[in-house]
């Protein structure tokens, strides 16, 4: 095992830093600093099983449905939470597309967390900075990303995965909004990391608690982006013309 930084110095820098999960990887989740290279319980075991066996299809859902990028998710809802109160406290942010509250399949009753889909990403993101730690039905809510399919490696809690976790269940996540890799404040095994195909800290960038991790971007191609530039355009050159018979009303008008 090779190390190498994890000097004092950089530790009495490092302990207030934290990152955030790019990736997922269930023996990372596990680690308060992100740097494990042993999963410390079953849970762990189970979720890394499920994730080199390829037993887990994010995109196998079929009530899963909408664009990614626009849509969040909304957890620690009140179980008297219905669609129509979510959907009021949710629309202050932007214009809804759809809105699915998860509901036991036997019972019916909600099972504390929803999907939100926006009419476009701008609305989505305003949401994802304002909303969290709101309050709904007065329970403060946790509002994130779309994980399951935007987070590469993705493991369900219900399989040893997730993030986030109450203290008394024994099973922390850590890389999340919620609960943020610590900054090491030991050696780093960088050789370890790799060979487990565990990401490192990105060390000398680290973050603070009161930032916000952003959400991923869509990736553009070529042709929206010149979709976007000949948009872009024809409104320059609309606005053109409006300035230039505004400008020849005055003069008609001044004589």
């Not at 095994?189 to 930032?211: A, N, V």
């Not at 979709?227 to 872009?232: F, G, L």
Request: charged letters at 30%; aromatic letters at 8%.
């Amino acid at each position: 095992m090779s190390s190498r930084g994890g000097g004092s110095s950089s530790s009495r820098q490092n302990v207030n830093s934290v990152f955030y999960a790019e990736s997922y990887h269930p023996i990372q989740a596990g680690s308060i600093d992100g740097i494990d290279i042993l999963p410390h319980d079953n849970a762990v075991y189970r979720a890394l099983l499920c994730s080199s066996a390829g037993l887990y299809d994010p995109f196998g859902d079929p009530k899963v449905t909408g664009d990614p990028y626009c849509s969040l998710f909304v957890g620690r809802l009140s179980h008297l939470t219905t669609e129509d109160s979510l959907h009021k406290a949710m629309s202050r942010y932007g214009r809804i597309k759809s809105l699915r509250l998860v509901r036991d399949i036997v019972t019916g009753a909600s099972r504390g967390y929803a999907f939100v889909e926006y009419e476009n990403e701008r609305d989505m993101r305003r949401a994802y900075e304002e909303a969290h730690h709101s309050r709904v039905d007065d329970c403060e809510i946790l509002v994130d990303y779309n994980r399951q399919q935007l987070m590469p490696g993705w493991i369900p809690r219900r399989l040893g995965g997730g993030l986030g976790g109450m203290k008394g269940s024994g099973q922390l996540r850590f890389g999340g909004r919620e609960r943020p890799f610590r900054a090491p404040l030991k050696s780093i095994p960088f050789d370890d990391l790799k060979r487990l195909g565990i990401p490192p800290p990105p060390e000398g960038q680290y973050m603070t608690l009161h930032q916000v991790p952003p959400p991923p971007r869509r990736r553009r191609n070529s042709v929206d982006r010149e979709e976007e530039h000949s948009h872009s355009h024809k409104r320059s050159k609309h606005s053109h013309r409006s300035r230039r018979r505004r400008s020849t009303s005055r003069d008609h008008l001044s004589d």
